[in-house]
């Protein structure tokens, strides 16, 4: 099973990035996949989660409005359109599979893209 991160990078506050997850190994369609984001000295935080079944999403209140989860279930990819992006949001962002559902523990991780946002 392999979950691999990209799109990270650095950006001024008040732009944008695209992540994305591409998933392996995995029957994508069992899968909740979720991203979360740890910042140095901080405990890791998720932000968003893609149901699998209803599609369903939830968002932190700290990026809604601003991130949107999405999928190609087709490429197996998972993506976090991150806009209006703001300093606090510099983080290490890992995508994760849930069995399922959204809410339960994460089976597997992706090893994390760097975000850093500049005032």
């Known amino acids: 099973v392999q979950l691999v991160e990209s799109g990270g990078g650095l950006v001024q506050a008040g732009g944008s990035l695209r992540l994305s997850c591409a998933a392996s190994?995995?029957?994508?369609?069992?899968?909740?996949i979720s991203w979360s984001r740890q910042a140095p000295g901080k405990e890791r935080e998720e932000v968003s989660c893609l149901g699998a079944f209803d599609g369903s999403t939830v968002y932190a209140d700290s990026v809604k409005g601003r991130f949107t989860i999405s999928s190609d279930d087709a490429k197996q990819m998972v993506y976090l359109q991150m806009n209006n992006l703001k300093p606090e949001d510099t983080a290490v962002y890992y995508c994760?599979?849930?069995?399922?559902?959204?809410?339960?523990?994460?089976?597997?991780w992706g090893r994390g893209t760097q975000v850093t946002v500049s005032s």
């Open positions: 994760a599979a849930h069995s399922l559902l959204c809410g339960v523990a994460a089976r597997y």
């Open positions: 190994g995995i029957n994508f369609d069992s899968y909740a």
